[in-house]
């Protein structure tokens, strides 16, 4: 259970500091429910974390039927990472970097964090427990699946938005895709002691 706290607290830490510290300052989004939270906030103005957790009932309830371990876990981690956007809000507009840099350094930032948690089981988001279970279902690469889920939500956020500057957002999930890929591929390697 220890782990399991340490692992939720760091990737929700990781995710939270990513998107605040680097993601929002551009007005870029991100990939998952994480995306359309954000893409929810600049339309609306609706709270981003708080978007986050209610977007993720409906399928925590669907985990809940078919896997209740990814239930509880990914429940923990979806509740955790909506505290933590919230609770790092005030990183937003204090790291000053160009366009580039923050997209790389956030991107890897926030792949650590989902990948530490899809390592584990334990999903940030509803979108990413999607993923897992598909990925069990289909043996498909987790990582895989949610960098084709994150190109779509991208390109609903260009065609409601119609920034340019979104397609920023692909180079976002292409980090986190590819940090989540390698962290969960590798099967011989302990990140945390039992």
Request: glycine fraction near 12%; aromatic fraction near 12%; charged fraction near 5%.
């Amino acid at each position: 259970m220890l782990k399991k706290i340490a692992v939720i607290g760091f990737g929700s830490t990781m995710i939270g500091i990513g998107i605040n510290g680097f993601i929002l300052p551009f007005h870029l989004i991100n990939g998952g429910f994480f995306g359309i939270s954000l893409l929810l906030n600049y339309m609306w103005g609706l709270k981003a974390g708080i978007t986050f957790i209610f977007l993720n009932i409906p399928v925590y309830l669907f985990a809940y039927k078919n896997n209740p371990v990814y239930f509880y876990n990914g429940l923990m981690g979806a509740i955790i990472c909506g505290i933590m956007m919230e609770m790092w809000m005030p990183l937003n507009g204090t790291i000053h970097m160009p366009i580039m840099s923050s997209i790389i350094l956030g991107g890897i930032i926030i792949g650590l964090g989902v990948g530490v948690m899809l390592r584990s089981h334990i999903s940030p988001g509803g979108m990413d427990l999607l993923a897992l279970l598909l990925a069990k279902w289909s043996k498909i690469n987790v990582g895989v699946i949610l960098f084709a889920a994150d190109a779509i939500i991208i390109t609903l956020g260009l065609l409601f938005l119609q920034e340019a500057r979104l397609l920023y957002s692909l180079v976002i999930v292409s980090i986190v895709g590819l940090l989540a890929s390698i962290i969960t591929s590798f099967k011989g390697i302990q990140i945390f002691v039992d």
